[in-house]
């Protein structure tokens, strides 16, 4: 029998289950919530609700997530909005993935970055989970660090003992003003990963 586990790590899948392979999991990291939702953590769901509204779809309370999906020139592209809260945001992506049976090429999972200035963007194929407690969660239920990660910046603009804050702050004034135009573009580097494949994702749109 053909596993989970075998889309998972990437074993070569046969014919018969080719059509699961045009399958997508974008998944947004945030804390669920009203206080929540216009802070720079929950960047991940600011994304997805930006994609979703241009694609007129409502999301749905599913199992450890509000969720919707969308066809894209033959693709479909499940969002996934985890209702686990930020440091357990692992278990929400790895029920996703089994169910769906989504190889975990085929997975992106878009995070806040403080390393990087506001309104950057940046696609990695892997990397360590930078401190931050929902990419760390996702690292140790997938069992990997080698997984599609789409980091927006948030910058580093606090002072020392108050990251916490600064974080779970709200978007300041010239933040808010700049962030629609970085949002769509992040939807279209959601639908070019989708299209196009990572590599040439990652070329189009790294350092934009």
Known sequence: MYSIFNFLFKKKPPVEVQDIMKKYLIVGLGNIG??????????????????AEQENLNFETQKLGEVTSFKLKGKTLILLKPSTYMNLSGKAVLY????????LENLLVITDDLNL?????????????????GLKDIQEKLNTTSYNRFRFGISDAFNKGTQVDYVLGEWDLEETEKLKERLEMSVKLIKSFALEGVNIAMNTFNGK
Request: glycine content about 12%.
């Open 34 to 51: 009203e206080k929540y939702v216009n802070t720079r953590h929950n960047i991940g769901f600011k994304v997805l609700d930006t994609l």
């Open 96 to 103: 996703w993935l089994t169910k769906e049976k989504i190889p």
């Open 117 to 133: 200035s506001f309104g950057s963007i940046r696609l990695k194929t892997k990397g360590s989970d930078g401190g931050h407690n």
